[in-house]
């Protein structure tokens, strides 16, 4: 049986939530690339996240990846059909796959999005939930992703400022609204603190995990090997590939991780053992200039 190779890409540690929820559905090997040298992303243009996007796309194509996913919600919001007809492989977003399990959990076809206050300005989810029949009230939420980052999972503080952030996002929504969508990949690691504040009716939706549910589906349907099927290819003209098998079956230890990052190999390495709840303990620095 030949296993997936996916390679994905973040601008730091964020995306690591995203290739914990796929490890956990799908056995593959894995190729992750955080940019760390250069978050964040969000204080940068369109074009300059567009030319990190593509020349982290090309670096991990080099490792014969077979699909390509876009683990970082600035690069998905600011850049992503760029990096979709620079690839050369199947890409995947994680801004479609949150709208889209939002758009099929929500009764009341409303929504609230918290998120990074660079994803928000860019309204990608508000217009992909649109796109899905789904009016979204987006509310920023900037100290979430250092207090995660220092560990503070379940910390007072953290609680506090969550009471604080949906309270303002409640307040302002349509009252009807019934799933939040957490649109940073930080937030997964506090979701069970955000599950007990959120109002009882209210669906959680993780972007994370829903990305995860579309590339498993992409494997086990075979896309990989005809791009031209998949929601994440590209126009460009691919080669086919040997077949992919479904490989739910497959046990635990049939998956592999390579970790690459621009900055300290050190930092990653804290931070990856909290983010992927496992040791990690090779990390390689890559310099890709400009």
């Known amino acids: 049986m030949t296993l997936p190779r996916i390679g994905v890409f973040d601008s730091g540690v964020g995306g690591l939530t995203v290739l914990k929820a796929m490890a956990e559905q799908l056995p593959a090997h894995y190729s992750y690339f955080g940019d760390t040298a250069r978050l964040p992303y969000g204080t940068k243009s369109a074009e300059t996240v567009a030319r990190y996007a593509i020349g982290a796309t090309r670096f991990l194509e080099a490792q014969n990846i077979d699909l390509l996913v876009i683990a ?21 977003g994680v801004v479609e796959p949150g709208a889209a399990m939002a758009a099929e959990l929500s009764k009341s076809r409303a929504a609230i999005v918290i998120a990074t206050e660079a994803t928000v300005s860019s309204h ?5 939930l649109q796109r899905h029949g789904v009016a979204a009230h987006e509310k920023a939420c900037p100290l979430f992703v250092p207090l995660v980052e220092e560990g503070w999972i379940e910390h007072p503080v953290t609680e506090q400022v969550a009471r604080i952030y949906l309270g ?10 019934d799933v939040l969508v957490l649109a940073c990949t930080h937030y997964p690691l506090i979701a069970p603190m955000l599950r007990r504040i959120a109002p009882e009716h209210m669906q959680i939706v993780d972007s994370a995990e829903s990305t995860a549910r579309v590339v ?4 086990e349907k075979d896309e990989i090997c005809h791009p031209e099927r998949s929601e994440g290819a590209s126009a460009t003209e691919r080669s086919r590939r040997t077949p992919i098998q479904p490989t739910s079956s497959a046990p635990a230890e049939h998956r592999t991780f390579r970790f690459y990052v621009t900055d300290s190999t050190d930092k990653f390495k804290r931070l990856a053992t909290r983010f ?15």
């Open 216 to 219: 498993k589906r992409i494997i």
């Open 168 to 177: 303002e996002a409640l307040a302002q929504a349509p009252e009807r609204a």
């Open 276 to 290: 992927l709840g496992r040791q990690v303990d090779h990390v390689e620095h890559v310099d890709l200039g400009g």
């Open 124 to 128: 990608a989810y508000r217009d992909a």
């Open 72 to 92: 970082c919600n600035t690069a998905t919001a600011l850049a992503f059909p760029r990096i979709q007809e620079a690839a050369h492989v199947p890409v995947v």
